[in-house]
């Protein structure tokens, strides 16, 4: 007696293909519980079809999957992969036989399909054209529905390129049964002559597309998930909306050396040799270095292509001397905005907080511009005698990634910005973006403001960042001090040189200590210079 076949079922004598909806996926199939497909009353005609049938409903499923999946995670589309037509035929030839070797294991009364002559007649019949359109699709349509989900795309019904498949479909079936009816003597090693199955089987497979652009998607999910790549989310999705223009297409697949070597000289154009090196190439390195580690795509094209970045020849020291920096404090802490009686020209009064007090932070911390003027109220903390500055990823972005904690120095202290802080509400003290999804465009957008005003003020020489100079300069007084570097490199948030710098803290009180050791400015005024 025949046993159970897992998709078929019979009511009152005729046959369904079924399957079950899975619940979550119900409300995009309108509310159904499962899908059904009719494939007629002749038991073994039914099992015939049922592959075929099969194949169309998990087509409809994989959709409502895809439908579901964009409500609740939305990523860039990639288009439909297109399978030509030898290459869907072939597959749908392996998929019969190996439906037949499904059957054979669980329907002891299969192998009589194999000699039944009441379906190799009609099959010869499509093959050779003597069918109508409607007797072939009654013979093979669902095969053609069946293509449609192995990625080709169906003739129009009624045409001549519809017959032409109809009959081609016709044929492979008919070496589908050969095969079978070869099993049925004991031989399981034939194989199939038919041209049209042979070019199918050797043409190379094809292989989906993967999007660019949804792979940097999958990359910043991946490093925003361990807290890092904050800022590589607004600086690299223009990078990569700028490639796929320029390639064509957005398939990480097609992508190639040559294409990236092309889109690297247009980049040359019109940005610097170091920003098409640092930005424009890694990122798409680093990207496409993920994505071949984690299996998404076979091969990296953009690991040897890089920009050669000049050596800029230094005329002078990367920091303020003494006097250069005396002399932009002086001018930072006495800073006034230009009277508008307009309010929506009158400069914000966390702009005028900024120009004042960012420059002299970064002087006695030797932090990123960023890092300061992303400052909270809640970021500052006294404990004991110390007044302590906390630089931390909640904030908006921390190149190093954690957070770390930095003593004010006395002179920050007696320049007023207690008291600056005293009156202001928690929230961003230098920028007035902090309810929104983004707030590291207002940090940014201060320090570039603070930049261009230090800039045009005629404050900054030649070769020398009027932010990033700080920095250097931090260093260098440090090391006059007889700082040693491990405790500056806490302080400013550089990463550790070498094994053993990783071991031990460099705790508040080294810090503490270190920056008390810094000179005060001679500011002009005894408030601020003591």
Not at 89 to 110: T, V
Request: overall charge positive.
């Amino acid at each position: 007696m025949a046993g159970a076949l897992r998709h078929l079922l019979n009511r009152n004598g005729r046959f369904f293909a079924r399957l079950t909806i899975p619940k979550p996926l119900r409300p995009h199939l309108q509310n159904h519980t499962e899908l059904r497909i009719p494939l007629g009353p002749d038991r073994r005609e039914a099992v015939r079809l049922l592959a075929g049938a099969v194949a169309q409903m998990q087509e409809k499923l994989a959709a409502a999957r895809r439908a579901a999946g964009e409500e609740t995670a939305p990523s860039v589309p990639t288009p439909k992969m297109r399978v030509p037509k030898p290459r869907a035929i072939y597959q749908l030839y392996q998929d019969l036989l190996f439906s037949d070797d499904f059957l054979r294991d669980r329907e002891p009364d299969y192998a009589e399909l194999g000699s039944s002559d009441t379906l190799i007649t009609p099959l010869k019949a499509g093959a050779a054209g003597r069918l109508d359109d409607d007797e072939l699709e009654k013979l093979i349509g669902v095969f053609i529905k069946t293509l449609k989900a192995h990625g080709y795309q169906p003739p129009q019904s009624g045409t001549p390129e519809w017959r032409t498949l109809a009959r081609e479909l016709c044929q492979m079936e008919l070496e589908v049964l050969a095969r079978i009816n070869e099993r049925e003597q004991g031989s399981f090693t034939g194989t199939t002559s038919h041209p049209l199955l042979i070019a199918g089987r050797d043409m190379p497979e094809e292989r989906p597309p993967v999007s660019l652009q949804g792979l940097l998607n999958e990359y910043l999910r991946s490093r925003k998930a361990i807290g890092k790549g904050r800022g590589a989310e607004a600086r690299w999705t223009p990078v990569f909306a700028n490639l796929v223009k320029f390639v064509g297409h957005d398939d990480a697949r097609r992508l190639t050396k040559k294409n990236l070597l092309a889109w690297r000289d247009e980049c040359l154009k019109t940005l610097s040799a170091k920003t098409v090196s640092d930005v424009y190439l890694a990122s798409v390195r680093t990207v496409l270095k993920w994505a071949t580690e984690n299996d998404r795509i076979e091969t990296n094209v953009a690991e040897k292509v890089r920009q050669h970045v000049p050596k800029k020849a230094l005329e002078r020291e990367q920091g303020f001397t003494d006097e250069e920096a005396t002399r932009i404090l002086r001018a930072t802490l006495r800073y006034k905005p230009a009277h508008s009686s307009n309010p929506a020209t009158r400069e914000a009064p966390e702009t005028v907080a900024a120009k004042r007090w960012a420059p002299l932070l970064c002087a006695f911390t030797g932090a990123r511009i960023t890092e300061i003027t992303q400052l909270r109220k809640e970021d500052f903390r006294t404990e004991g005698d110390m007044h302590i500055m906390r630089i931390t990823p909640a904030a908006g972005t921390v190149k190093a990634g954690g957070y770390r904690d930095v003593p004010l120095h006395p002179q920050i202290i007696f320049s007023g910005l207690v008291d600056y802080l005293e009156h202001r509400d928690l929230g961003p003290l230098f920028h007035t973006d902090g309810h929104r999804r983004n707030p590291r465009s207002g940090s940014t957008t201060t320090a570039g403001r603070i930049s261009e005003w230090l800039r045009s003020s005629g404050l900054v020489p030649q070769g020398v960042s009027p932010n990033h100079g700080w920095r250097h300069r931090f260093k260098t007084v440090g090391r006059e001090m007889g700082i040693s570097d491990r405790v500056l490199d806490a302080i400013q948030g550089h990463a550790a040189k070498t094994a053993g710098d990783s071991y031990g803290d460099v705790t508040l009180k080294a810090k503490y200590e270190a920056i008390s050791r810094f000179p005060f400015y001679d500011l002009g005024d005894d408030e601020k210079s003591r």
